[in-house]
């Protein structure tokens, strides 16, 4: 049975919280236990992102389908598989949980509650690696959701882990999480100033996915 929508955006929220939390509070420790070697610090936050995603998506994913994305919401949208009612509210709390996950890890760890990052992320290289980690993220996300859906917390879980360290912008792949690190002033953050940019390149590469995957791997008829 369908979950109600507000069981749906309360799971969204929370998700997208503990997510974010995840990345932040992760670069937090990492950093702080690395002794200077970025590697091992990124390394830390790798690992401890794509283990929680796994855990998140079979968590939530029975009652809301686990999106934690804006840019998954926006291409469920486009499959007819998310009300384009429910949609807004779905990327709404997303991105306020995100705000929270942040503000949660900075609280973990001493920090102030929000401190705008200086981290800079600009540049054409880092643009065309949000649009490949998000078009990938999406592939993947379809292609498991159609043939192999026991699979697709695993799948995602592994896929975010390696485009970690594939793409040159550590694959941020989700708008909600991207908003939020760029309230956090820490390994994680993102300058405010290159926010915009890495959405538009999230959104060109899930719709990009999104329409090739219709193709691809078309869903089955309704019975």
Same mark, same amino acid.
């Given at each position: 049975?369908?979950?109600?929508?507000?069981?749906?955006?309360?799971?969204?929220?929370?998700?997208?919280?503990?997510?974010?939390?995840?990345?932040?509070?992760?670069?937090?420790?990492?950093?702080?236990?690395?002794?200077?070697?970025?590697?091992?610090?990124?390394?830390?936050?790798?690992?401890?992102?794509?283990?929680?995603?796994?855990?998140?998506?079979?968590?939530?994913?029975?009652? @809301?389908?686990?999106?934690? %994305? =804006? +840019? !998954?919401?926006? *291409?469920?949208? $486009?499959?007819?598989?998310? &009300?384009?009612?429910?949609?807004?509210?779905?990327?709404?709390?997303?991105?306020?949980?995100?705000?929270?996950?942040?503000?949660?890890?900075?609280?973990?760890?001493?920090?102030?509650?929000?401190?705008?990052?200086?981290?800079?992320?600009?540049?054409?290289?880092?643009?065309?690696?949000?649009?490949?980690?998000?078009?990938?993220?999406?592939?993947?996300?379809?292609?498991?959701?159609?043939?192999?859906?026991?699979?697709?917390?695993?799948?995602?879980?592994?896929?975010?882990?390696?485009?970690?360290?594939?793409?040159? @912008?550590?694959?941020?792949? %989700? =708008? +909600? !999480?991207?908003? *939020?690190?760029? $309230?956090?002033?820490?390994? &994680?953050?993102?300058?405010?100033?290159?926010?915009?940019?890495?959405?538009?390149?999230?959104?060109?590469?899930?719709?990009?996915?999104?329409?090739?995957?219709?193709?691809?791997?078309?869903?089955?008829?309704?019975?």
């Amino acid at each position: 049975m369908k979950s109600s929508l507000s069981r749906r955006l309360a799971a969204e929220f929370l998700g997208t919280a503990f997510l974010v939390a995840a990345v932040v509070g992760s670069g937090i420790m990492g950093e702080r236990l690395a002794g200077g070697n970025v590697a091992v610090a990124l390394l830390a936050n790798t690992i401890a992102t794509g283990a929680a995603l796994v855990a998140l998506i079979l968590a939530f994913g029975p009652i @809301s389908g686990a999106h934690l %994305n =804006p +840019a !998954v919401s926006l *291409a469920d949208a $486009l499959e007819g598989e998310l &009300s384009w009612t429910d949609a807004p509210l779905y990327i709404l709390v997303q991105v306020l949980g995100g705000v929270a996950g942040a503000i949660a890890a900075h609280l973990m760890f001493g920090l102030p509650l929000v401190s705008l990052s200086r981290h800079a992320r600009g540049g054409p290289a880092l643009m065309l690696s949000e649009f490949i980690a998000t078009f990938g993220l999406l592939s993947v996300i379809w292609g498991c959701s159609r043939l192999r859906s026991n699979a697709t917390a695993f799948a995602v879980g592994a896929y975010i882990t390696a485009a970690y360290w594939f793409t040159a @912008s550590t694959s941020f792949a %989700n =708008p +909600a !999480v991207t908003i *939020a690190r760029s $309230l956090s002033d820490t390994f &994680s953050g993102i300058r405010p100033l290159d926010v915009p940019w890495f959405l538009l390149a999230q959104i060109a590469g899930a719709l990009a996915a999104t329409l090739l995957l219709r193709w691809l791997i078309p869903r089955p008829p309704l019975a």
